[in-house]
């Protein structure tokens, strides 16, 4: 076989492992059909319209609710305070739009936002896990509670 032989079948494999292979086993399943992404892309909406429309303190109540964030007062404050400042410094909401969804493993899951603002967007960033409590109850029962959350513009590492 000629080198260019090999480089055209090689091709033709990445291109068929491309098309091919979106739902191999082991995978995650499409967001529309993961009833726990739905439930929690749903929560990060409320978050973001709330966020979006000036709500920022009960935006952030919501969506933290459970979670041991609302407890470090002085960085909840903080983000709070960044969060607000959004529209001053990168313009008017224009939209969002979920950029990724992940599970990695089953009780833990990350989600990527592009919040889309008339002079620069902004990536957010949010992480849920769940715990199973000790004994009989399955980690699938146990709630989703949010262990990060945090934005940034750095918009060059979408790519990578």
């Known amino acids: ?81 960044k969060t607000a400042q959004l529209q001053t410094k990168y313009g008017l909401y224009c939209g969002v739009e979920q950029i990724a969804a992940k599970r990695v493993g089953k009780d833990l899951v990350v989600f990527r936002y592009l919040y889309k603002c008339k002079d620069f967007p902004v990536v957010w960033y949010f992480t849920f896990y769940r715990t199973p409590t000790p004994g009989e109850t399955p980690s699938e029962k146990a709630p989703w509670r949010v262990v990060t959350v945090r934005f940034d513009t750095e918009l060059e590492r979408l790519a990578w």
């Not at 000629?2 to 995650?28: D, K, Q, Y």
């Not at 892309?41 to 979670?67: C, R």
């Open 1 to 81: 076989m000629t080198c260019n032989h090999r480089v055209a079948a090689c091709c033709w494999m990445l291109l068929i492992l491309f098309v091919g292979g979106a739902a191999s086993p082991g995978e995650n399943p499409p967001l529309e059909k993961d009833p726990d992404l739905l439930e929690l892309d749903a929560k990060i909406g409320q978050f973001l319209k709330g966020v979006s429309m000036g709500e920022t303190q009960n935006a952030y109540q919501g969506l933290l609710a459970g979670s041991r964030l609302l407890k470090q007062d002085k960085a909840l404050q903080e983000l709070t305070e």
